[in-house]
């Protein structure tokens, strides 16, 4: 625990100008980033008697060892300056709304020559149109399904659609009339495209003109005695009616603004955003955050500001922007949000009428959300915090571990041996740390030597990481016997990789990647991601930081080796233990008896979640690997051949079959492809065995490859079907 006095800087050295400035850890790593007015007066409340500090920001200033500040010229630059940082800094002490998922959106793709409605979400595409966001997926589906009888649109994928052009054939909806099938020509792209700005105008609010419009068609055709042609049209009407009841008008003066309303108490906030356009709601979202430090409503507002429109422009960034209380200074925000949009943004409190209630509204939702988020015992700050004291506790620590390693080992009776590293930092899963591995020291089941290749290979990272930055004293070496991170040879025969820097390619050994997202392969050793390594930059490093405590999933065995392996690299300072399935005992090294802690204990409770989510982590990759391994073709041992070459191949030819039959020449008229790969491809697919007709299982039938049947080879055969119960079967992994 660092002495904030040991770095304050002197009174002359802040400046009296507006900034932005920076806490870091001793690792060198940004744990906080904040903005200011006046830099000197803003950090030195930091630099006050701990014990008038708000709890968090205390440990924030104690965990911290330097900080440093930027100047810049207007507060409304201090505002980008700082959500530039936040997104790419990701500090730990800063206020962050965890919200688990990445909102859907309506989306109508109008870059298309047949524009496709469909549920999307993350980051905004150029040319498509987008309404929402929503709470649920399924509302999107189901205002859609009653909106597809009268605006038949096209929502299915782009396979799809090129099956049906290519059969003559539409899908089940052209059948049933939900669908223009503009894939067999029943509508053409002019009146397709009409029809998908039709309903893009009936989405948008534009709801009267069109709903008339139908009623006079159904009563002319009611006069024409056209019965059948009236009685769908009623239905139309009745549908559109029925989806425009999903979102109520709510402002009559066919408002645009979001409304943001702020729930707190003395730890944490939860933020509401209702979305009203054209007057009705659109959609919803909320976060919650932990108060960082002692931090008003509209300093919260503003934060939520940044969330909901840092990487927005132009008509996503609404005319009027309802808050329960304003930002200080008011003036640089509205300013941003104004720049953001393109023209004025209105920002205020609602005082009376419509917008008032509507606010309260959206206050009882945020109340709501802070109720339900205090209810969850894994998200609650008090309970963390009493949780990573008994672990210290009972674990004989001298602090309370705010970075936890779990690493678990997964295979199939030997086969696909992986290994996974989960990382919890005060008692949540920061799963941008996540990292895995491929076991490449030895072939077969041995998880106790697995766990010490796994635990060597990640910490002597660390120190390798350590000495680049200069935390060695003079003299220290790596103590393994092996040279440095300079391209040098390790003991045990693992080499580093210098300087060199990869963006994805592939190592032979383990993978290292973030959360549960196909992430690019890593040795476990090898220095990757080029600017995330720089020394003094502060973004997370992927073994850069140590832990305080290290959990492996196993008894006294597995303990035992990842003990053994910090003791090879010299590392005296990280704790180990470990979690066995059975009865749930912690077990220490060097230690005949586990530990026993409480059925009903926070810490147990926390350890358990730790290890069950590298064992999910770890099966998950397992399986990944093994499917892949089944799926592998023929073009898959092609030197030189990337992923994008070969879809290129197969897409020209149409499949496996038909590009064995083809000439070099041939070959070459695939775009990307030379004459030198061609001649490659050529010699590779003639040595690969040709697999056996493809047989529905179902119906028996021999199927042709030419019909666009996958074709499997000899070395490459389908997944095997393992002897006993599918339960059975799943018990053979682990």
Not at 69 to 88: D, F, G, H, M, P
Request: aromatic share 6%.
């Amino acid at each position: 625990m660092a002495d904030p006095s040991s770095y304050r800087p002197r009174p002359g050295e802040i400046p009296d100008t507006p900034g932005v400035y920076r806490f870091r850890d001793e690792h060198r790593r940004v744990i906080y980033v904040g903005k200011a007015k006046s830099l000197r007066q803003r950090l030195a409340n930091y630099f006050q008697d701990l014990a008038h500090l708000h709890p968090r920001t205390r440990t924030m200033v104690t965990t911290a060892a330097s900080v440093e500040w930027t100047v810049v010229s207007t507060e409304v630059e201090a505002l980008q300056l700082e959500y530039s940082w936040i997104k790419e800094y990701d500090p730990r002490f800063n206020v962050k709304y965890r919200d688990d998922k990445s909102y859907p959106y309506l989306a109508v793709t109008m870059n298309e020559e047949f524009p496709r409605v469909q549920v999307m979400r993350g980051h905004k595409k150029k040319g498509v149109r987008y309404f929402g966001p929503y709470g649920h997926a399924w509302a999107i589906r189901d205002t859609v399904d009653l909106l597809l009888r009268v605006f038949p649109v096209r929502t299915c994928s782009t396979g799809v659609f090129k099956n049906a052009a290519r059969t003559g054939r539409p899908c089940l909806l052209g059948y049933i009339g939900k669908c223009s099938a503009p894939c067999v020509g029943r509508i053409t792209p002019d009146d397709h495209w009409d029809l998908a700005d039709e309903f893009c105008d009936f989405m948008a609010g534009r709801t009267g003109t069109y709903l008339r419009r139908l009623e006079r068609q159904m009563a002319d055709a009611a006069e024409e005695m056209e019965y059948e042609r009236a009685a769908r049209l009623r239905d139309d009407i009745g549908a559109l009616k029925k989806a425009m009841e999903k979102s109520a008008v709510v402002l009559a003066d066919a408002t645009d603004a979001d409304l943001i309303a702020v729930a707190e108490d003395e730890l944490e906030a939860a933020v509401q955003i209702f979305h009203v356009r054209g007057g009705r709601v659109r959609g919803q979202r909320g976060w919650v955050t932990d108060k960082v430090e002692e931090i008003t409503t509209g300093a919260l507002v503003e934060h939520a500001l940044q969330q909901l429109y840092g990487e927005e422009s132009g008509d996503a960034v609404p005319k009027e922007v309802l808050v329960p209380a304003l930002p200080d200074p008011v003036e640089p925000v509205q300013q941003w949000l104004t720049e953001r949009r393109g023209s004025g943004v209105s920002l205020r409190i609602p005082q009376r009428g419509d917008k008032k209630a509507l606010m309260e509204t959206v206050q009882r939702n945020a109340q709501q959300a802070l109720v339900l988020h205090k209810t969850k015992r894994a998200s609650d700050l008090t309970t963390r915090s009493r949780a990573l004291e008994e672990i210290a506790e009972a674990l004989d620590l001298d602090s309370a571990p705010l970075r936890i390693e779990c690493y678990d080992i997964s295979h199939l009776q030997g086969d696909d041996v992986v290994a996974s590293m989960v990382v919890f930092e005060d008692g949540l899963a920061r799963k941008s740390e996540y990292r895995r591995f491929q076991i490449k020291g030895f072939e077969g089941q041995d998880d106790v030597r697995s766990m010490h290749e796994v635990i060597t290979r990640r910490f002597r990272r660390y120190l390798a990481e350590k000495e680049k930055t200069g935390e060695w004293a003079d003299g220290e070496s790596l103590t393994d016997g092996g040279q440095h991170a300079d391209g040098g040879q390790h003991a045990d025969g693992a080499q580093h990789s210098g300087g060199a820097q990869h963006s994805g390619g592939q190592h032979p050994g383990g993978e290292a990647g973030p959360g549960d997202r196909a992430a690019a392969p890593d040795d476990g050793e090898a220095l990757t991601h080029g600017p995330a390594l720089k020394d003094d930059d502060g973004r997370p490093k992927r073994f850069a930081y140590p832990p305080q405590l290290v959990v492996v999933d196993g008894g006294q065995p597995q303990v035992a080796a990842a003990q053994r392996a910090l003791d090879e690299l010299g590392i005296d300072d990280i704790a180990v233990c470990g979690l066995a399935k059975r009865l749930e005992e912690v077990w220490l090294p060097r230690e005949d008896d586990p530990v026993v802690l409480p059925r009903t204990s926070e810490g147990l409770y926390l350890l358990q979640r730790v290890r069950d989510e590298a064992h999910r982590f770890a099966i998950t990759y397992q399986r990944t690997k093994r499917a892949k391994r089944f799926r592998a073709g023929p073009l898959d041992d092609v030197p030189g051949l990337g992923e994008t070459r070969k879809q290129a191949l197969i897409k020209h030819f149409g499949s496996v079959k038909r590009l064995r039959a083809a000439t070099i020449d041939q070959i070459c008229e695939v775009p990307g492809i030379g004459r030198k790969t061609a001649e490659t491809v050529a010699v590779a697919l003639a040595g690969a065995t040709p697999a056996g007709p493809a047989v529905n299982t179902a119906t028996g039938e021999i199927m042709d490859d030419d019909d666009g049947a996958p074709e499997t080879t000899a070395d490459a055969p389908g997944e095997p079907v393992s002897a006993g119960t599918p339960d059975e079967r799943r018990g053979q992994e682990r």
